[in-house]
């Protein structure tokens, strides 16, 4: 350890709890945006064209033809509701909430196609961009629902924390 300005300067100090907050806020507000713009990219081509996305749903062989309509409805805006929320800093437990529901949905739905042994494209950005699901998109879906799963239990964990605090400021 090395001494700077009479204080021990060692890994704890960078690992303070301020730096800590401040790296993992930051962390949260580009995952945000980047969770955001990929809700957003992918729910346009949904909307704009719906009957398309009722066909990528319809080539996973997953749910029936009427429940496939149901899917196809719900997503985008299920989408578009988080990005907006993820965005504008509203909601934003909630928004992890489904941020987390939605691609592990999406991971489900992969892994039954591989599993299947079909060969797809994934649909995710329309017709637009052509993307076959594989194992590597795949696992990338994985990492952004367990990212998304991690910040919704921290905000849940700080309402807990504000209540707590709150309730007993009042005593």
């Not at 797809?120 to 799963?149: K, Q």
Request: net charge neutral; charged share 10%; glycine share 2%.
């Amino acid at each position: 350890m090395l001494e700077k300005n009479g204080r021990l300067f060692s890994v704890y100090w960078f690992l303070s709890e301020h730096r800590v907050t401040r790296f993992v806020y930051v962390f949260e507000v580009a995952l945000r945006s980047l969770v955001a713009s990929l809700f957003i990219a992918s729910s346009f081509p949904h909307v704009a064209n719906p009957l398309e996305f009722l066909n990528t749903v319809n080539s996973y062989q997953i749910v029936s033809v009427y429940s496939a309509v149901f899917v196809a409805a719900m997503v985008p805006i299920l989408q578009l509701t988080s990005a907006i929320a993820l965005l504008t800093d509203s909601f934003v437990e909630a928004a992890w909430f489904w941020s987390m529901c939605l691609f592990g949905l999406f991971v489900c739905a992969q892994a039954i196609v591989l599993w299947k042994g079909m060969d797809i494209e994934c649909g995710c950005f329309g017709n637009t961009v052509h993307f076959d699901v594989s194992v590597v998109s795949m696992l990338a879906l994985s990492a952004l629902a367990c990212c998304s799963a991690l910040f919704w239990r921290v905000h849940a964990l700080q309402r807990v924390l504000n209540v707590v605090t709150s309730s007993s400021s009042m005593v």
